[in-house]
């Protein structure tokens, strides 16, 4: 169907119309909204609106009697609109700091505790993905092999967070070189991350050769395997799985179950997630437009937490498709940004 240019009026009408469906979960009928309307019209002129509202598809009626609920076009209109204004959340959230005890520095800790804080202030499944480890600008680094084919990395971010990640790799390293690696890394990098490194390397290769003999190769080589690593695995946290269960009334109860299949292989979840980041402030995909979850039934609000202005991974609220978006839009914004702030040590 062509785009539908509406008019000031219908706009209101439909506005109104999926505010009180959210906030009510009933079919709205005419007379409710000529009732509740600012403006002078007849309820005969807003059933009139009603009815072409839905031959252009924003609205449904699920039964010859009933009101009308909005379809997924209707929510996407005043999603857009949401979006397009500057929202703030209603009160306060309570962001955590980085010298909390439950958190002392712990990168992963800090990722787990924002996912809470976005179940907990949404009423619905809050989750963050975890960035690797490349793409986190580093103080300092430290590679230690643990195995004939396994090194762990462990990293201190420019904002005194620790992280560690472990990488299988096919390059034998002797702990000796390992250490040579860091240092080098240590005194040449520091303030950058190891894509960074790893491109700067390659660039440069002839010329480091000369004087490292093969360490720069078996550097590079060992860079590749914590990227593809990354490129193919995710860490997500998530919580306030209970929170869904207990809105069994606003989902397909089948497709719920599989989407908390997608819950239990939260690499898989990751991944598919993972293909929504962006540099938008707010993302929301409705209902259809979230086919990677396979239920019609949900929503997905999410934005991007960034380093340096680099893209580090997404954080968001699941919820049902009928969820209040004016709340929550600010939520996710607000914590996506502090949480950018607190990674960057600019407060």
């Known amino acids: 169907m062509k785009n539908v240019v509406l008019r000031d009026k219908d706009k209101q009408i439909l506005t109104l119309i999926v505010d ?25 002129t807003v059933r009139n609106i009603m009815v072409k509202l839905e031959k252009q598809e924003f609205l449904f009626q699920p039964h010859t009697s009933a009101g009308r609920i909005p379809t997924d076009k ?16 209603d009160y306060m959230i309570d962001f955590p700091s980085e010298k909390q005890s439950h958190i002392k520095g ?9 996912s809470k804080i976005l179940s907990e202030y949404s009423d619905n499944l809050g989750f963050v993905l975890s960035p690797g480890i490349s793409k986190i600008h580093f103080n300092h680094i430290r590679f230690i092999k643990i195995a004939e084919n396994r090194v762990i990395s462990i990293l201190s971010t420019t904002s005194n967070f620790i992280l ?8 034998y390293f002797t702990q000796v070189e390992l250490d040579r690696a860091s240092q080098y890394i240590n005194q040449n990098f520091r303030g950058k991350n190891l894509l960074y490194v790893r491109d700067y390397l390659l660039r ?9 003999e093969n360490i720069i190769d078996k550097l590079i080589s060992l860079l590749k395997a914590y990227i593809s690593q990354e490129d193919q695995q995710g860490q997500i946290f998530l919580q306030g799985t209970p929170k869904l269960l207990e809105k069994h009334d606003l989902f397909n109860m089948e497709r719920l179950k599989a989407l908390f299949q997608n819950f239990e292989e939260k690499e898989k979840l990751a991944r598919l997630l993972s293909d929504f980041i962006s540099f938008e402030k707010v993302k929301v995909l409705i209902g259809s437009e979230l086919d990677v979850l ?21 954080l968001g ?10 709340k929550i839009i600010p939520i996710v914004d607000y914590v996506a940004k502090r949480l950018s702030q607190m990674i960057t040590h600019n407060p």
């Open 294 to 314: 396979d239920t019609p039934d949900c929503s997905l609000i999410l934005s991007h937490y960034e380093d340096h202005n680099q893209v580090l991974g997404s």
């Open 317 to 326: 609220i699941i919820g049902p498709k009928r969820i209040p978006y004016k």
């Open 74 to 89: 209707g929510l996407r209109f005043y999603v857009n609109n949401l979006l397009s204004e500057a929202l703030l959340p």
């Open 106 to 114: 712990d990168f992963k800790s800090l990722l787990n505790e924002v």
């Open 164 to 171: 560690n990640e472990t990488v299988q790799t096919n390059t």
């Open 20 to 44: 009180s469906y959210l906030r009510i979960g009933n079919p709205i009928s005419s007379g409710f909204i000529a009732q509740k309307i600012q403006i002078s019209v007849s309820p005969a």
């Open 204 to 212: 440069e290769l002839p010329k480091y050769k000369i004087n490292y």
